[in-house]
Every structure is written in structure tokens, then in C-alpha cells.
């Protein structure tokens, strides 16, 4: 269960369920809900491992209940700096529609785009500055075709990603995890 109040802003329902956006998403059964979870962060708290606090592994990301017509997924993590800045820790893209998980350190699955903190094609390990507990989305995009990014040599931005995602976009489904670092950190 997610902790009282991280579920609303995601588009969660209580229960993890991602509710769809009716106007790009097709019909699905009642008992089919598109879903995204990360085995890596119980209780919804990212493990200290896929931080650099630990030893930057890309966190495992498993969905299910994909619509029909789904012909490939984009995951990303971001993080919400402020109103303006958003940093992009892991974009991937061109999953094929057979897959239903990204495990711990992936590499071999999808295309790797370009994080926002280092700029290259692969995870880029939360390190959180400042105190407190810090929020981190992962949302996993169901396509209806493979998305058409611009050819760059140090990988697609999430922004360029969700550009080209977005008329394309059957449905998503996102988690908010959170990590607290340590206090000698």
C-alpha cells in the first residue's frame, strides 16, 4: 500500500492502480487496470542500492494490464526539482511489447536515452541533496507503435521522448517512491 498521501498526485488510486487518461487510452476490461511496480521499493521507499548512497542499480520497474494494441513501452524516473526544472534519471524506449519488466540493472532491454544529470545514455543513481524525503515518479508509457526520437548521439532527453510519445500514448501508469538519505551523507 502506498504511504497516506503519495497516491494522489500520481494518478494511483489507493490500491496502485493507475487510472488512464480516457482520451488517448483504449477501453479495457473492468478487471484489466494498467499497472507499474517496483519490487525495488517496498512500502513504496526506494532501497538505498539504486542510489549513490549504494550501488547505483537501476531499480527492477514490472507492469501489467497493458491495453490491447500495445506495440512497445518508454519508461522513465524523474524528479520534480522545482516548478521549472525537472531532472530525468532513467529514460528507455523501443521496449518491445513482449516485455512486461525492466529487472535490476538492465541495460539489454529497450533503448537507454539520455538522463538530465549526466547527460548520456544510462541510469543516472539518485543522490538526493538536502534533507528530508525526496519524491521520484516511474512511469511506464504504453504505445500503440514504436516512437519516432531524434537521432542523437548521446541519447533521446525525456522531454524529446515525451514529445514523441505523446499522440502515441495508449496509456500510462506511474508510482511516486521516495528516499531519504543519510544523515552523514
Known sequence: MLPAGRWASTGLSRNGSATSDASSAQAQPATERFTLSSPDAPGCMLAAAHTCDGWAETPSIIWSGAPSGTVSYAVTMHTQVNHFETHADLVVYD????????????????TFGANS?????????RCSKGPGMKDYVLTVFALQS???????????TREELLSSTSEITLASASITVGYTRPTNS
Open 95 to 110: 521496449t518491445p511489447q513482449w516485455v512486461s519488466e525492466l529487472p535490476t540493472t538492465s541495460r539489454e532491454i529497450g
Open 146 to 156: 514504436m516512437p519516432t526520437v531524434p537521432d542523437r548521439q548521446q541519447g533521446v
Open 117 to 125: 544529470i549526466i547527460g548520456r545514455g544510462e541510469y543516472a543513481p
